[in-house]
């Protein structure tokens, strides 16, 4: 039975097997929840991603790198949708983002992930309705036979956190 609970504070100094990025395309760093992570891995996280990921990646994909001096070992980039953004299906992007996320967590034998609420930031998607698909998305995935044991939805608010806990409680 695979465990999902949220936590307050900060997704960079959680142990669990992966944890997860909101990116940009670039895979090149930023503010946020990437800058605290490019900060906390050092600057070989950087340098793997320019190695591996010399092109960036599209909205809605997912890439791992290692942990570097994270307590994870894995960290997992995904970049989600600007939901100022016109022209775009947001809600499909943003569950892509977390589908994607946990199937390479999965392929890389991770029991255990963390996600930030992805484009909630800079990206402006509204709490509520990012947690809703956030919930929803990890759900299917977990019945359609994704093996991870623990999903963590790490809150940097406690805002989001209370989101997350009403969704999971109903
Ligand atoms: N731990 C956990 N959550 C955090 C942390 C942290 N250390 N820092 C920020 N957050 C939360 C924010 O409060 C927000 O709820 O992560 C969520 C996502 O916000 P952003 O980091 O702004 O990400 P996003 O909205 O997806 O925008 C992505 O911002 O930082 C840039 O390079 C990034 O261009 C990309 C864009």
């Not at 994270?70 to 953004?85: D, E, S, W």
Request: a negative charge; proline letters at 3%; charged letters at 20%.
């Amino acid at each position: 039975m695979t465990k999902v609970k949220v936590v307050l504070g900060d997704i960079t100094k959680l142990k669990t097997d992966a944890i997860v990025n909101a990116a940009n395309v670039a895979l090149r760093g930023g503010g946020g929840v990437d800058g605290a992570i490019h900060r906390a891995a050092g600057t070989g996280l950087l340098e793997e991603l320019i190695e591996k990921y010399p092109d960036g990646i599209v909205v809605g994909e997912a890439v791992p790198t290692f942990g570097h001096k994270l307590k994870a070992m894995y960290v997992i980039h995904t970049v989600g949708p600007r939901y100022y953004l016109g022209g775009v299906d947001h809600a499909k992007l943003l569950a892509d983002a977390y589908r994607n996320s946990m199937r390479v967590a999965n392929d890389l034998g991770c029991k255990s992930i963390a996600f930030p609420s992805i484009s909630t930031g800079v990206y402006g998607y509204p709490i509520a309705e990012a947690a809703e698909i956030a919930v929803r998305t990890v759900q299917e995935e977990i019945a359609a036979g994704n093996e991870l044991q623990e999903i963590v939805f790490c809150c940097f608010d406690h805002e989001a956190a209370d989101c997350y806990k009403e969704l999971l409680a109903s």
